[in-house]
């Protein structure tokens, strides 16, 4: 027996009514993560024991400025969905479910405005 | 759906098996690896924030993280990150793989699951490795 109204199927957006947003944006994400994964480690290598200065100066290039700011904003959307469904298998009772999804957002939002601030900053040399 | 017994009544019927129940195999290893490393990237974020904002407070700032990321414990921490890092992101490609329907035999998901693991070793080895060479 089929419960759903014929409307529903018709937008086939599911009972989330969000479709298959969160999967696609999850993957896309983690494409993304994968490309720019290979600069971030880059990055990583080539401020081992740098100095304040040295570390500064690698901003006066715009793609590692770009760089940090495409891992930084694409690897923080990514967390929140993967971490919203962690705390969904896990997290059962409906106030605490609420809480952690809402402190997941956060979380993310938080280090991603501390993040892209502290690049531009640096890129601005402010 | 007649017999279903009363919510918390005992049933006879066999409880379907849990995770003790298995023996480990590597599939389900590196699947609940890939949400481990998942959730310790999350915070491994965290790290490099705080190490950008460091440095664009001050150069004082700077060099306390450059210090205790150099330490032993600091040390530790970033190869866990990296080896986290490589080991979710081949996860990530299987994943992808097997979004489109493909490698899901299960000879070739054990090997693929081999696969993961060998190669985010070698790659977290590798980029150690150069790590030094650049650092020392
Ligand atoms: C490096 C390239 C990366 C790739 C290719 C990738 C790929 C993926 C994919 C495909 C999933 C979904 C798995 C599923 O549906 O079960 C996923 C989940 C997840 N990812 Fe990533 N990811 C990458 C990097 C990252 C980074 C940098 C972080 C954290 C900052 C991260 C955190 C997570 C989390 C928390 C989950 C949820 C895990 C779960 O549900 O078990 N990923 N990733």
């Known amino acids: 027996m089929n419960m759903r109204t014929p409307l529903s199927r018709v937008r086939g957006l599911g009972s989330a009514g969000e479709g298959t947003g969160h999967f696609w944006l999850q993957r896309l994400t983690g494409i993304a993560n994968l490309l720019l994964t290979i600069g971030f480690v880059s990055f990583v290598l080539a401020s081992l024991g740098a100095s304040h200065e040295q570390f500064t100066a690698q901003f006066s290039n715009p793609f590692t400025t770009a760089l940090l700011i495409l891992f930084i904003t694409s690897g923080v959307v990514h967390m929140r969905l993967g971490m919203q469904v962690i705390i969904e298998d896990y997290v059962h009772e409906e106030g605490a479910k609420l809480a952690c999804l809402i402190a997941n957002t956060f979380f993310c939002v938080a280090v991603a405005l501390v993040g892209v601030l502290s690049v531009i900053q640096l890129a601005v040399g402010g | ?136």
């Open chain 2, 1 to 136: 759906m007649a017999d279903t017994p009363a919510k918390g009544a005992a049933s006879a019927r066999p409880l379907s098996p849990h995770l003790q129940i298995y023996r480990p195999a590597i599939t389900m290893i590196m699947s609940i690896m890939h949400r481990v490393t998942g959730a310790a990237l999350y915070f491994g974020t965290l790290i490099l924030v705080v190490w950008l904002a460091a440095a664009a407070s001050s150069p004082a700032a700077f060099d306390t993280m450059q210090w205790l990321l150099g330490t032993i414990v600091g040390q530790l921490v970033l190869f866990g990150y990296t080896w986290a890092l490589f080991n979710h992101m081949l996860g990530g490609i299987r994943h992808f793989i097997w979004d489109t329907g493909a490698m899901l035999e299960k000879a070739t998901t054990t090997r693929l699951a081999w696969l993961t693991l060998v190669g985010s070793l070698g790659l977290t080895f590798l980029v150690w490795v150069v790590g030094y060479i650049v650092w020392l």
